[in-house]
């Protein structure tokens, strides 16, 4: 029952059980027909759909004329009693499809000019045209359902971590420009003129200083800001459930997220099986070919480089001669009935992915074998070949050849696109962690160290005496959440020692002059008795996309940017004026 005095329930409640009742109804008008004696109305409202109509034999001529002027999207109010519909016309797909109203009085509250295109869950419209209108966009069933899924699911994480003694604390939206990985967004300051503070684009350091200060278990619905190039699951400005948690091991930490994740699942009717699976990055990447993947698809990466040893193909050969050197395949059920030219235009997806080239070989339905280097393969390779991959007539493997990581990630890619292609069903959904990440990476265009994770990520205990001499085989305590192929949150454990801090921002490139102007307040705070602390981020926007089956998080997000960040409805970013400029002691070049 509604708790409103212009209506007595919403447009998604009516059933059965109220036949009889008189009831107040407000919405917009969604679809009218008038068949002459009689006018149907279905009113729409963000709970759902009910239908009313009116007799003019009865009701008064006033009501019935108004009825018979009003058009789409015309908010209106009306009274009248719930009936049963008559035998014949339930409507099973609809929650109040047994019921219907009629009418004894209407009230327009408002009208509306024609939309710009049809309130429809399939709107043939451009996106841009969306977002333009988006509050019409926002009406639509499905755009109103993926706001609910959101709301929901926010509010059961924040159920679950309350009940666990998570503390919700606010950190500030404008801090000191510590980049972490993007370009921060500048915000200049009037009051100190040349100083700027920036949006943040994560919690990270404030929530290291809130465990220094004793809060032990903290979390954040908090708003973050990156400005970088953006794509179907990232905008300049995006939610994450921040999460932190001192006096723990990662064992700890993660423990505690799994019960979290699973509560909040369950109350938007997803189970998540517990205790989730644990990948190692490289088991994960060798694998799968990602550290993120969606283990739903198959067409797992096997390690073939012993199969051609002594092969008469010298690309092969010679990278099962060479140290660090593999050949590793997939296998793409179904893919060998395609056509050669067919199978050869995979090579230029296959160059998206850092490939040079594309090997592959066909077992055809007859029992074949096409390839283009056939020749070179022995009856022995094939028959190996097609054991160690599983291969059955009809079924494609594609080879990569080169460096373990490059490897991985060109199978990795290629593996997606196929199950794309293939159609390869995805049920339900898929959950692990991928754990222990690498502390660093090289950064070629850079020429130098990068962190994996973040700066502040604990190294491997046993790997901290290799950080100067072998950064690259220092392991981490890092955690990803994965979601369907996604990485759907992050974390690690921190270092909480200021000097072991020190060591890799040197390593990362940092000078002592440079950390202390960047992060010393962090390095002050570690020298108080800092605690072991950990913690994790959940991207909000993509879990609600995944939850709502949507292919970009601006299905799920009530005024998103477009793929060049701008807002389409209010024309954001604009000019400002001169005046606004030389208050914050700003010109123009």
């Known amino acids: 029952m509604s708790n409103f005095s212009l209506h007595t329930h919403s447009c998604g409640e009516l059933r059965a ?40 034999d009865l009701c008064d001529s006033e009501t ?14 009306v009274e009248g009693q719930v009936r049963h519909r008559i035998e014949g016309q339930t409507n099973h797909n609809l929650a109040t499809g047994e019921v219907e109203v009629l009418v004894s009085r209407i009230e327009v509250l408002n009208t ?48 679950a971590l309350h009940d666990r003694a998570f503390m919700e604390v606010e950190t500030p939206a404008l801090f000191k420009s510590t980049p972490e990985g993007a370009r921060d967004f500048l915000v200049p300051s009037r009051t100190q003129p040349g100083h700027f503070y920036a949006l943040p684009q994560s919690p990270q350091l404030l929530k290291q200083l809130l465990m220094v200060g004793g809060v032990e278990r903290y979390y954040q619905v908090a708003k973050c800001f990156r400005d970088e190039d953006l794509r179907a699951d990232r905008q300049p400005e995006f939610t994450q459930v921040d999460i932190e948690m001192s006096f723990v091991d990662q064992d700890d930490v993660m423990g505690a997220l799994e019960e979290v994740l699973s509560d909040a ?55 099962a001669a060479t140290d660090g050197q593999y050949v590793k395949a997939i296998c793409c059920p179904g893919a060998g009935v395609w056509g050669r030219s067919k199978i050869d235009k995979l090579a230029n997806v296959a160059a998206t992915f850092g490939a040079k080239g594309l090997a592959w070989v066909a077992f055809k339905a007859d029992g074949s074998v096409q390839s283009p280097i056939a020749k070179f393969l022995s009856e022995d390779e094939i028959a190996a070949l097609k054991d160690e991959m599983g291969a059955n007539p009809g079924d494609l493997v594609l080879f990569a050849v080169g460096e373990r990581l490059a490897t991985d990630e060109i199978l990795g890619g290629m593996r997606v696109h196929m199950a794309n292609v293939l159609e390869v069903a995805r049920e339900g959904h898929d959950f692990l962690w991928v754990v222990n990440f690498p502390l660093v990476h090289w950064d070629e265009e850079r020429e130098a160290y990068a962190a994996e994770h973040q700066p502040f990520t604990q190294p491997e205990e046993s790997d901290i005496d290799r950080i100067e001499i072998d950064p690259l085989s220092v392991g981490s305590h890092t955690y990803d959440f994965v979601m369907d192929g996604y990485e759907a949150g992050g974390g690690g454990m921190r270092i909480h020692n200021a000097e072991l801090q020190m060591r890799i921002l040197k390593l990362l490139g940092f000078t002592e002059e440079r950390a202390a102007e960047q992060f010393g307040f ?15 981020a959940l991207g909000l926007d993509r879990v609600c996309m995944l939850l709502a089956g949507a292919d970009s998080i601006r299905e799920v997000m009530a005024f998103p940017k477009t793929s060049s960040g701008s807002d389409m409805m209010s024309s954001a970013p604009s000019e400002v004026s001169d005046a606004q400029l030389e208050e914050v002691s700003l010109r123009l070049l």
């Open 522 to 536: 962090l390095m002050e705070a570690l020298e108080y008795g800092a605690p072991p602390m950990g913690g994790f």
């Open 17 to 56: 059980e109220n036949i009889g009742e008189e009831v107040t109804l407000t919405g917009w008008v969604w679809r009218r027909r008038d068949f002459g004696g009689l006018i149907f109305i279905d009113l729409r409202d963000r709970e759902g759909l009910t239908q009313v109509f009116f007799d003019p």
């Open 265 to 319: 699942f369950a109350k938007v009717g997803v189970e998540m099986t517990l205790p989730l699976r644990r990948l190692s990055y490289w088991d994960a990447m060798d694998t799968y070919g990602t550290d993120k993947p969606d283990t739903r698809i198959g067409m797992e990466l096997h390690d073939v480089t012993g199969v051609f040893a002594a092969s008469g193909f010298k690309l092969f050969a010679s990278a």
């Open 112 to 159: 509306s000019k024609t939309p710009p295109f049809q309130i429809e869950d399939h709107v043939d419209t451009s996106e841009d045209i969306r977002l333009r209108y988006r509050y019409l966009d926002i009406r639509r069933p499905s755009m109103m359902a993926n706001l609910k899924l959101r709301s929901d699911f926010t509010f059961a994480i924040r159920q």
């Open 64 to 77: 019935f004329a108004t009825a018979e002027t009003v058009r789409p999207e015309w908010p209106v109010l």
